[in-house]
């Protein structure tokens, strides 16, 4: 068996220093209890920006910008080796951690941000970086589309993971392109919730016959800093929770296995036979035996697309 853990605590909002000296302290709690992979919600690094569905369009604009520039200072520059603190706390408690955070690029415009979810091996490396391919509605506001490079399933120290980011679990396509990978671990980092969101995550564990792990951050006003732009009118009802949480583990072509956990904070654990994820597909296999590929066939672009080739 293995021990997984998801986070359901909240980041210091909008502080990457702060977030990032949090994050090194959950996973050596988790680490202590046995945990040998640690998952943290969408864009949890430095917080979810949950301003965008808080002001009204056009007329937010400008306080937009404001709050994007909060945002865009305390993004993560992978060629900058943002991420060194993570890595640094999965190599030495030998845990693979899972993280939404929000990317910022210094290799291109440096100032695009993209969703984006790394995972980081037991030993430290980055086994894989994926953006999110489509920015959900006003998500479109501050963050950028992402590109195929990311769609990979990987080998780690628990197994063969594979994460999509929120709605991007919607898109039929893009989950199939995982399934077709041999996947054991579906992580599926979010700031949805609720009973709709954990009958889709449900039906993924069926559908790909894997485990899947969600969890969105728990978050309450009183864990935003007051001194944020636009505090007191983007969260008047100070003693509003912003998002339950849920995090929850659903098992291989069955029911929930953990979780959810609502409006707690905390870490969800929870023992996994990674195994059972193959043996699973027995009954049904969407990219093996229950596939038709001389009916239906999809072809994926893996490019990294960049806006300027230097030769």
């Known amino acids: 068996m293995t021990k997984i853990a998801v986070v359901q605590q909240p980041p210091i909002y909008l502080d990457l220093e ?3 000296a949090r994050a090194t302290e959950l996973v050596a709690e988790a680490a202590r209890d046995d945990a040998r992979m640690v ?4 864009a949890w690094f430095p917080g979810y920006p949950t301003f965008v569905w808080r002001l009204p369009p056009g007329a937010g604009m400008g306080k937009t910008d404001a709050l994007f520039a909060r945002l865009q200072a305390n993004s993560v520059d992978l060629s900058r080796d943002g991420m060194a603190p993570l890595r640094e706390a999965a190599q030495e408690y030998g845990v693979v951690v899972v993280a939404g955070y929000q990317e910022i690029d210094a290799t291109v415009s440096g100032s695009t941000l993209f969703n984006s979810c790394i995972i980081i091996d037991a030993d430290g490396k980055i086994a894989n970086n994926h953006r999110k391919l489509m920015p959900t509605n006003p998500e479109r506001m501050v963050w950028g589309f992402g590109d195929g490079s990311g769609l990979n399933v990987v080998e780690t120290a628990v197994g063969r993971v594979g994460a999509l980011l929120c709605w991007e679990n919607y898109m039929p396509l893009a989950r199939y392109a995982l399934y077709t990978q041999n996947i054991d671990i579906h992580v599926a980092p979010t700031w949805d919730s609720g009973a709709t969101w954990l009958a889709t995550l449900q039906h993924i564990a069926r559908e790909g016959g894997c485990w899947v792990v969600g969890g969105a951050t728990a978050l309450e006003v009183s864990d935003i800093p007051t001194d944020i732009p636009y505090f007191d009118e983007l969260f008047p009802d100070k ?26 904070k905390g870490i969800l654990f929870a023992d996994i036979d990674v195994e059972a994820a193959r043996s699973s597909r027995r009954k049904f296999d969407a990219s093996g035996h229950y596939a038709r590929p ?3 066939t999809l072809n994926v672009n893996r490019k990294k697309q960049r806006p300027v080739i230097f030769n």
């Open 39 to 42: 998952v943290f919600p969408e």
């Open 239 to 264: 003693d509003e929770w912003v998002n339950p949480g849920d995090a929850v583990v659903y098992q291989p072509f069955g029911g929930v296995h953990a979780g959810p956990m609502h409006r707690e």
């Open 18 to 20: 702060a977030s990032m």
């Open 294 to 296: 001389d009916i239906f």
